[in-house]
């Protein structure tokens, strides 16, 4: 069973509680009555994340078998059969978009099109592409914020898909350098698109993200019109959260290169950003629900 899971990599589902977001920040975490709809669009979201993983992990089973610890997942290290593989992610698919037609909302399906689309371009064409490989993953995080709007049906705030969109590009740019750590020499031959890439751009790529993101995140708590007035005094040091988290991503990614950066195993595994992680939420919570 254990490796049917690494297989679908329901660790990574993590990433999919970005749907339950809009929930928080629209001010509906009270309305019980959207609980089911979200529900179901996170498992039809982690469930197609599954397929694309498997599909991806089919297709680069040879350069994963050259990685330190890709080469031990389940195809790398033949512990299933492709045939068996192909067969879990058609199922994954199916199972996908049957939720969908259950959730019931237009523009919801639509983003979840979009999303496989996105994603399928990404593992045949984009992700040998510099500069596009991490632009199509930061999309991909956006794409979830959007289907948590659309699935409880509340208009997205523009700040929400700024600071989303940044943040996964500031993540994404992080993991491509702590790769190029790792890698070292063979880094090229494990993800083509890391030949195109050098350590002092990715640092001004990474610096440069963190900015716009923290920015971004203090001009929403400060300003957004889409969250009472009187909140901006309280919901402005939860940056503190932000900025925190931001320098400790930065710090781990030349620190801890045996995780290549993958801010999943680091969520995982680093104590310090779980804390900070659950510190922003409750903090927020607290914010909106007893003063709001």
């Given at each position: 069973?254990?490796?049917?899971?690494?297989?679908?990599?329901?660790?990574?589902?993590?990433?999919?509680?970005?749907?339950?977001?809009?929930?928080?920040?629209?001010?509906?975490?009270?309305?019980?009555e959207?609980?089911?709809?979200?529900?179901?669009?996170?498992?039809?979201?982690?469930l197609l994340?599954?397929?694309?993983?498997?599909?991806?992990?089919?297709?680069d089973?040879?350069a994963?078998?050259?990685?330190?610890?890709?080469?031990?997942?389940?195809?790398?290290?033949?512990?299933?059969?492709?045939?068996?593989?192909?067969?879990?992610?058609?199922?994954c698919?199916?199972i996908?978009?049957i939720?969908?037609?259950?959730?019931?909302?237009?523009y919801?399906?639509?983003?979840?099109?979009?999303?496989?689309?996105l994603?399928?371009?990404?593992?045949?064409?984009?992700?040998?592409i510099?500069?596009?490989?991490?632009?199509?993953?930061?999309?991909?995080?956006?794409?979830?914020v959007?289907?948590g709007?659309?699935?409880?049906?509340?208009?997205?705030s523009?700040?929400?898909?700024?600071?989303?969109?940044?943040l996964?590009?500031?993540?994404?740019?992080?993991?491509?350098?702590?790769?190029l750590?790792?890698?070292?020499?063979?880094?090229?031959?494990?993800?083509?698109?890391?030949?195109?890439?050098?350590?002092?751009?990715?640092?001004?790529?990474?610096?440069i993200?963190?900015?716009?993101?923290?920015?971004?995140?203090?001009?929403?708590?400060?300003?957004?019109?889409?969250?009472?007035?009187?909140?901006?005094?309280?919901?402005?040091?939860?940056?503190v959260?932000?900025?925190?988290?931001?320098?400790?991503?930065?710090?781990?990614?030349?620190a801890?290169?045996?995780?290549?950066?993958?801010?999943?195993?680091?969520f995982?595994?680093?104590?310090?950003?779980?804390?900070?992680?659950?510190?922003?939420?409750?903090?927020?919570?607290?914010?909106?629900y007893?003063?709001?």
């Amino acid at each position: 069973m254990q490796v049917y899971l690494k297989l679908l990599r329901v660790s990574s589902w993590v990433k999919n509680t970005l749907l339950f977001a809009p929930l928080v920040f629209s001010m509906n975490l009270l309305h019980v009555e959207y609980y089911g709809k979200l529900f179901a669009a996170f498992i039809c979201f982690s469930l197609l994340s599954s397929c694309i993983y498997i599909i991806n992990d089919i297709k680069d089973i040879n350069a994963d078998q050259l990685h330190p610890r890709k080469k031990h997942r389940p195809l790398p290290s033949k512990k299933i059969s492709v045939g068996n593989a192909i067969l879990i992610a058609i199922l994954c698919f199916t199972i996908s978009f049957i939720l969908a037609a259950w959730v019931n909302q237009l523009y919801f399906i639509w983003v979840l099109i979009g999303y496989f689309t996105l994603n399928i371009a990404y593992i045949f064409k984009l992700k040998y592409i510099n500069l596009l490989d991490c632009f199509s993953i930061a999309t991909g995080f956006v794409l979830r914020v959007l289907a948590g709007c659309y699935a409880i049906e509340v208009v997205p705030s523009d700040w929400i898909v700024v600071v989303t969109f940044f943040l996964a590009l500031f993540l994404a740019f992080g993991k491509r350098k702590s790769e190029l750590i790792l890698l070292d020499k063979s880094a090229g031959k494990h993800r083509e698109v890391l030949s195109s890439y050098t350590k002092e751009t990715l640092d001004i790529y990474i610096y440069i993200c963190a900015v716009i993101c923290i920015s971004s995140y203090l001009i929403y708590t400060l300003t957004s019109e889409t969250i009472p007035e009187h909140l901006h005094s309280y919901l402005k040091y939860s940056a503190v959260f932000v900025v925190f988290g931001i320098f400790r991503y930065i710090r781990l990614i030349h620190a801890k290169q045996e995780t290549d950066g993958d801010p999943t195993v680091m969520f995982y595994t680093d104590r310090a950003l779980q804390i900070t992680i659950l510190g922003w939420i409750i903090f927020v919570v607290l914010i909106f629900y007893l003063h709001g």
